[in-house]
């Protein structure tokens, strides 16, 4: 766990966790469907129920328990889920120095105010435990998200224009790399 105050002076902790707890799971899923009202996430609509959030959570639950996917979640000083990552490290012995960073949100609330930073500290810091040394994601075409991840470094190294179709519209959508190292020196952490 590591904790550090935003640019409004308010504590974070980002904590990896190794299951999630029942008392974390409705704040969970109000971050999910708060931010996916607002901006595409991939396999989520902006009309997400509650029934697919929990079937969500509940797979979610089974990958982080078997050791499949790492889930990071931010909270604040009064136990408020501010944001969350999840990361997939490639299961094959060739693969295993790649991660996808396959969700990531931020609460409205708190954008801005250097949570995203933050948060890849402790990311960078869990993949030099796990040896994984180049993060990938992938990201729809056209959204505020994939100008965030350039800023942040990563850059293209595909497209695919049949990335994700909502409501019978076909959407292109980028896949996106970056070493972990560079990212590191990049936001001098």
């Known amino acids: 766990m590591s904790q550090v105050n935003t640019k409004q002076g308010a504590s974070i902790s980002y904590n990896w966790l190794t299951s999630i707890p029942a008392a974390d799971k409705p704040a969970i899923a109000e971050l999910i469907l708060k931010v996916s009202a607002t901006d595409p996430i991939v396999g989520f609509s902006e009309h997400v129920t509650g029934e697919e959030i929990d079937q969500y959570l509940n797979k979610l639950q089974e990958n982080v328990?078997?050791?499949?996917s790492f889930l990071m979640v931010g909270k604040t000083a009064d136990n408020k889920v501010i944001c969350m990552v999840?990361?997939?490290?490639n299961g094959?012995?060739?693969?295993?120095?790649i991660?996808?960073?396959?969700k990531g949100m931020i609460s409205h609330d708190y954008r801005g105010a250097g949570v995203l930073v933050q948060a890849f500290g402790s990311i960078v810091k869990k993949c030099k435990e796990h040896h994984i040394?180049?993060?990938?994601?992938?990201?729809?075409?056209?959204?505020?998200?994939r100008e965030i991840w350039l800023k942040c470094g990563f850059e293209n190294y595909g497209m695919l224009d049949d990335y994700a179709r909502i409501d019978g519209k076909i959407i292109a959508g980028h896949y996106m790399k970056?070493?972990?190292s560079?990212?590191?020196?990049?936001?001098?952490l």
């Open 133 to 145: 040394e180049l993060l990938t994601l992938d990201v729809r075409d056209g959204t505020p998200a």
């Open 99 to 102: 991660a996808d960073m396959s």
């Open 92 to 97: 094959s012995p060739n693969n295993c120095h």
């Open 86 to 89: 999840i990361l997939v490290q």
């Open 182 to 188: 560079d990212l590191a020196t990049r936001l001098k």
């Open 178 to 180: 970056q070493t972990v």
């Open 65 to 68: 328990e078997a050791g499949r």
